[in-house]
C-alpha cells in the first residue's frame, strides 16, 4: 500500500520561503507520477506541482511559476516543493499526490490515487 507523509508546512510572513517534503513508501515501481496540490479555505483544491520521477520535465500552475520548484530525490523517494518568495494567496493545505502511471503533464486531481494528509502553509501580510 502507497503512503504519503508531508512534512515542513508552518507559518511564514510575505516574501519568505518554506520547503515541503512528501516521503513515500511501499511504491512498487521506481517510476511514478507525483504532485503537490492545495486547498485554500473556500476553495476547491488546486494542482500547484507535478513531476514524473524517472523524467527531467516539472510542471506547474502559473501563479506559482518562477517562484516554486518541486524536485524529487528518487533514492529516499522523497518529493519536494520549495516555495520562495510567498504571498498569503499562497495560503492553504498542501497535499502530496502520486500516482502509477505516467505522466506527461500536472494531472487533474481525479488522477491521483494516493493522497497524503496534508500540511498546513499560512503566510501573513
Known amino acids: 500500500q502507497v503512503h504519503l507523509v508531508e512534512s515542513g508546512g508552518g507559518s511564514v510572513q510575505a516574501g519568505g520561503s518554506l520547503t515541503l517534503s512528501c516521503a513515500a513508501s511501499?511504491?512498487?515501481?521506481?517510476?511514478?507520477?507525483m504532485a503537490w496540490f492545495r486547498q485554500a479555505p473556500g476553495k476547491v483544491r488546486e494542482g500547484v506541482a507535478g513531476?514524473?520521477?524517472?523524467?527531467?520535465?516539472?510542471y506547474y500552475t502559473d501563479s506559482v511559476k518562477g517562484r516554486f520548484t518541486i524536485s524529487v530525490d528518487n533514492a529516499k523517494n522523497t518529493l519536494h516543493l520549495q516555495m520562495n518568495n510567498l504571498q498569503p494567496e499562497d495560503t492553504a493545505i498542501y497535499y502530496c499526490?502520486?500516482?502509477?502511471?505516467?505522466?506527461?503533464?500536472?494531472?487533474?486531481?481525479?488522477?491521483?490515487?494516493?493522497w497524503g494528509q496534508g500540511t498546513q502553509v499560512t503566510v501573513s501580510s
Open positions: 499526490a502520486a500516482d502509477l502511471e505516467f505522466c506527461p503533464e500536472l494531472r487533474p486531481e481525479k488522477e491521483y490515487d494516493y
Open positions: 511501499g511504491v512498487p515501481y521506481s517510476q511514478y507520477c
Open positions: 513531476l514524473y520521477t524517472a523524467g527531467g520535465n516539472t
